[in-house]
């Protein structure tokens, strides 16, 4: 008995020392915890870069989120919400600022750090990290999609992309002309809202008339004329099998898979598909005729006499309002952000840089021929509709608009505008 | 099982037996009890802790209109959130689906797994181990990591499937699983069977085990045949067993999330229950609507027990063997 006694004092001892050990290892710099959406080890180098540089003044260190945007979102606005402490910095995807800045989640930025962050930055970012008309995260980097195209196809259909900006029309006859598929993103998940914002404002319109009103105010800009453009080319694809089989659940990964395979001609896509493409000839999974096929433009047009909206994606560095350290913070995401890390991040992982100074880099160039057309493409770049109820016009878009090929110009703008409209107003199930 | 004793002489006499034997028994009885209690009280303790603190919790939410992100807007509105819900064609529509599921699953499940049961209560002695082991591979594998693994097996892009089977009417390489209704619900529903096909076979085996073998033995000798004895005896003496069996998996099956949500997340229309509530309140961040989600969805679980317990008289004692 006696000896059970005193192992159980051992591991009460043992259970009680081991925390404040842990606790004891704690002191020295404040450590800052930041959290980042998976990629292939960029943002870890970087944290790692700044908090060298730091001088002891913090450290940082990166805890990776969920892999897609919407469970990200969802676990930082739970915490958040609980009032996490622990939250110093965090990777965030532009249409989720808005929700999150909205209830006073995210550190103000202090107007000097605003004003150094914003120095050379492409204006497709800075409206991004904006909300109320106030920057309220750091642009870090910048995406985009740009028109991808199979230079063999396009030149057997009698088109050039390099030279003119090409229509939807033109890709979508020049591809079943050659009887190959578009790649393009289907699947009922976020990449559906991308192409429909993109569509919609290359139409010269807009998903949301009054993205800043609250919810039972907003009005839906999707009965229009640039809503039923956009209808018309989804459910065209769709009905017409110019995307193949695949389309209902095709997702960007699909799409490269599609367009790197024989029946490939265009796809509209995010430049990941590059280094993509090139690891996958280096691996020998791909023939480098593939790679030397593969040509690049700005997003297509849907009207011939107006510039596109290319996609905007990437990601923006915010502070948490509960941080212990937000001093530290704002010190530490100005330093990330610096050009150098950014055209580091883009080399070595693939995403473009938000900063324009970073594009000039020789070794840019050298990764990356199309970083012109990328940084030309992000200065034309529409955002998704910047609103606190994001995920409810875009949860409601992909119920409505998927599958594809049930989308049409008569029935589909009207018939999402009366859902979302309804589930806004808290009327209806989403 | 029932104790065979013999006939008494008397009324009178029977009587005072059984008196004697209630009181014998309920010495025991209430000493068993008090284990009972010791054994399973702490565990009843966490539970009351993790299941019943959340289900008061979520129908006091339910009642007000919350999202998460905008907690200045909290407002009280009573059970209008159940009214939004109920009238809702997306709430029936995915109670329609979650009842096909279970509906179509358990009764597969049941004739499958009494196969399975069956084979192993026969097998051989040097084969019963191998063959257990191998009929429980399934359950053993996680429910996200198999649906994964049906779903990449599907897949048009990545599946080998359609490469194999395009022998079989109606597939062909450009078949598309997930994207229409109905070979979308085939390939969860065939999941959810190949995973939790082994789970009642195991309960089944335990109920065969329980049907004395004297009984089938003395049928045989007077001239059954197999499927008169299956009817007659094996069936009428595991029904306790098979009643639980069934009542378990229905109450599993109408909770199914992980396979939905891996393979289509609600896409082509196979959203169930439990996928509506996540995505309302984990989702949407709508606390209160999410809730009464929540709530309802307890509720539609609650009458499966109550509706299995009463209408067909499910005694989950008589699975202990103690009727």
């Known amino acids: 008995m006696r000896r059970r006694t005193r192992a159980l004092v051992m591991v009460a001892a043992v259970g009680l020392l081991v925390p404040l050990a842990a606790c004891a290892a704690e002191s020295g710099p404040p450590l800052l915890t930041w959290y980042i959406n998976p990629d292939d080890g960029g943002q870890a180098e970087i944290a790692k870069r700044c908090t060298d540089d730091a001088g002891g003044e913090y450290r940082i260190e990166v805890s990776v989120l969920p892999r897609d945007a919407a469970s990200q979102r969802e676990q930082l606005a739970r915490r958040l919400a609980a009032k996490d402490s622990s939250i110093d910095l965090m990777s965030l995807d532009p249409p989720f600022i808005p929700e999150l800045a909205e209830p006073g989640f995210l550190a103000p930025i202090p107007d000097d750090v605003a004003e150094r962050v914003s120095q050379d930055v492409v204006q497709g970012a800075l409206d991004g990290a904006t909300w109320g008309d ?56 976020e990449s559906l809202t991308v192409w429909i914002n993109a569509l919609v404002e290359s139409a010269g319109g807009q998903i949301l008339e009054n993205p800043e009103a609250p919810a039972d105010e907003l009005q ?57 493409t090139k690891a996958g000839v280096e691996d020998g999974a791909i023939e480098q005729s593939v790679l030397d096929d593969i040509g690049w433009a700005l997003y297509p047009q849907v009207d011939e006499a107006q510039e596109s909206r290319p ?15 937000v001093d530290q913070a704002f010190a530490a995401a100005e330093c990330i952000v610096q050009p150098e890390n950014q055209t580091f991040y883009f080399v070595e992982n693939g995403n473009p840089p938000s900063n324009t100074t970073s594009y000039d880099a020789p070794e840019v160039l050298e990764a990356f021929p199309m970083a012109d057309v990328i940084r030309q493409s992000l200065e034309q770049a529409a955002p998704r509709p910047q609103t606190p109820y994001y995920n409810e016009v875009s949860s409601g878009l992909q119920e409505t608009w998927h599958p594809p090929s049930s989308v049409s110009p008569e029935v589909t703008p009207q018939e999402s505008t009366a859902f979302i409209t309804a589930v806004l107003h808290g009327d209806q199930l989403l | 099982m029932t104790t065979q004793a013999a006939p008494p002489a008397t009324p009178e006499a029977r009587d005072v037996k059984a008196r004697r034997i209630k009181a014998l028994q309920s010495d025991r009885a209430r000493a068993e009890n008090r284990l009972g209690w010791y054994l399973a009280g702490p565990a009843f303790v966490v539970m009351l802790a993790v299941t019943l603190y959340p289900i008061l919790q979520a129908t006091y939410d339910s009642l007000f209109r919350y999202r998460l992100t905008a907690p200045d807007d909290k407002a009280f509105i009573g059970l209008a959130n159940y009214g939004v819900v109920l009238t809702d064609a997306v709430w029936w529509q995915a109670f329609g689906v979650t009842v096909l599921i279970t509906v179509i699953t358990v009764a597969v499940e049941l004739v499958l797994g009494f196969a399975l049961a069956l084979v192993m209560h026969r097998a051989i002695k040097s084969l019963r181990g191998l063959l257990r082991t191998a009929i429980l591979v399934p359950y053993g594998i996680i429910t996200v990591v198999s649906a994964f693994a049906w779903f990449y097996a599907f897949d048009i892009n990545s599946g080998y499937v359609n ?29 959810e069977i190949w995973k939790t096909t082994p789970f009642i076979s195991l309960l089944l085996l335990a109920g065969l085990a329980q049907v004395p073998s004297e009984l089938d033995e003395a049928a045989e000798v007077d001239g059954a045949t197999w499927a008169q004895r299956l009817k007659r005896v094996t069936l009428p003496n595991m029904k306790a067993a098979i009643m639980v069996a069934v009542l378990f998996r229905a109450l599993d099956a109408f909770r199914i999330f992980d396979n939905v949500f891996i393979m289509t997340n609600g896409s082509a ?38 509706g299995a317990i009463k209408l067909f008289k499910v005694d989950l004692a008589g699975a202990r063997g103690e009727s």
């Open chain 1, 311 to 325: 996609p905007y994606g990437g990601i923006n560095l915010g502070v948490g309002a509960y941080s212990r350290y």
């Open chain 1, 220 to 276: 839906l800009g999707l009965d229009s004329d640039a809503g039923r453009a956009a209808a018309e080319i989804i459910g065209t694809i769709g009905r017409d099998n110019l995307a193949g089989p695949a389309l209902p659940t095709e997702d960007e990964n699909a799409s490269m898979t599609i367009f790197q395979g024989d029946r490939g001609s265009f796809m509209v896509n995010w430049p990941f598909v590059w280094p993509a």
């Open chain 2, 163 to 191: 490469t194999w089977f395009d022998w079989v009417p109606g597939i062909s390489e450009d078949l598309n699983w997930f994207a229409q209704f109905g070979t979308a619900i085939f390939v969860i529903i065939a999941s």
């Open chain 1, 134 to 189: 106030k920057l309220v995260t750091v642009p870090f980097w910048a995406n985009t999609q740009l028109l991808w195209y199979r230079k063999s196809v396009a030149q057997a259909a009698g088109l050039d992309p390099a030279t003119a900006p090409v229509t939807w029309q033109q890709i979508m006859e020049a591809s079943a002309s050659q009887d190959k598929y578009l790649s393009v993103q289907g699947t009922k998940a």
């Open chain 2, 269 to 306: 229309g196979t959203t169930v229950l439990s996928l509506l509530a996540y995505r309302t309140s984990i989702g949407r961040l709508e606390i209160g609507l999410g809730s009464a989600i929540s709530v309802l969805l307890f509720l539609a679980v609650i009458g499966i027990c109550i």
